[in-house]
């Protein structure tokens, strides 16, 4: 099978179903941000050694291969394919408070940093927060995007953010608390 198909060359591209739109459409925007999680959570994943981080990371990068496709697919496509569903959602939170029991308690806000593959989960938490806000830009359009989705893109960047501090404390970093300016800048003499 070719890579390539020369059927984009006119700056359309197809959705599940077998309708072309343009490149810049909302929904090709919004699932292409999710394949732009997926590559940085693949960065992520390949600077760690293997382990219960790897394992998280590669199941959810094969979910968000799911989350393209039903944001790539209007609800009324006959083609059949896995859909985001309330499980999906509900294992990344259970994810969240397994991991949160290892650390500690939140007291102010954090930079991003630290380790490499928690610096890359945070740019990962950035990049899914863009595309939930494409999600609910298709929308306020009139596309069509289930719930499930919605709800999926939502918890991603809380699972992004508490696993890129897991990854730290596994690796004996500690956060990098927030500095307020006024507590930054030296008293004047």
Same mark, same amino acid.
Do not use: C
């Given at each position: 099978?070719?890579?390539?198909?020369?059927?984009?060359?006119?700056?359309?591209?197809?959705?599940?179903?077998?309708?072309?739109?343009?490149?810049?459409?909302?929904?090709?925007?919004?699932?292409?941000?999710?394949?732009?999680?997926?590559?940085?959570?693949?960065?992520?994943?390949?600077?760690?050694?293997?382990?219960?981080?790897?394992?998280?990371?590669?199941?959810?990068?094969?979910?968000?291969?799911?989350?393209?496709?039903?944001?790539?697919?209007?609800?009324?496509?006959?083609?059949?394919?896995?859909?985001?569903?309330?499980?999906?959602?509900?294992?990344?939170?259970?994810?969240?408070?397994?991991?949160?029991?290892?650390?500690?308690?939140?007291?102010?806000?954090?930079?991003?940093?630290?380790?490499?593959?928690?610096?890359?989960?945070? $740019? /990962? &938490?950035? %990049?899914?927060?863009? +595309?939930?806000?494409?999600? #609910?830009?298709? @929308?306020?359009?009139?596309?069509?995007?289930?719930?499930?989705?919605?709800?999926?893109?939502?918890?991603?960047?809380?699972?992004?953010?508490? $696993? /890129? &501090?897991? %990854?730290?404390?596994? +690796?004996?970093?500690?956060? #990098?608390?927030? @500095?307020?300016?006024?507590?930054?800048?030296?008293?004047?003499?």
């Amino acid at each position: 099978m070719k890579v390539y198909t020369k059927t984009g060359d006119d700056g359309t591209t197809a959705l599940f179903g077998g309708d072309r739109v343009s490149k810049s459409h909302p929904r090709i925007a919004a699932y292409g941000t999710v394949d732009e999680v997926n590559s940085v959570l693949g960065m992520a994943r390949a600077t760690l050694d293997p382990g219960a981080a790897t394992d998280l990371i590669a199941r959810v990068q094969n979910e968000l291969f799911v989350l393209g496709g039903d944001l790539a697919a209007p609800e009324e496509t006959t083609y059949p394919l896995p859909r985001i569903e309330a499980h999906h959602t509900e294992q990344m939170e259970a994810d969240i408070d397994r991991l949160t029991a290892d650390l500690a308690p939140l007291k102010n806000f954090i930079l991003p940093g630290g380790t490499q593959a928690s610096a890359s989960l945070h $740019l /990962a &938490r950035t %990049v899914s927060r863009r +595309a939930e806000r494409l999600a #609910i830009d298709m @929308v306020g359009e009139g596309e069509v995007v289930s719930q499930e989705a919605l709800n999926y893109l939502n918890r991603l960047s809380d699972w992004l953010f508490t $696993l /890129a &501090r897991w %990854v730290n404390h596994d +690796a004996g970093v500690e956060d #990098i608390a927030w @500095v307020p300016v006024a507590d930054r800048t030296p008293a004047a003499p």
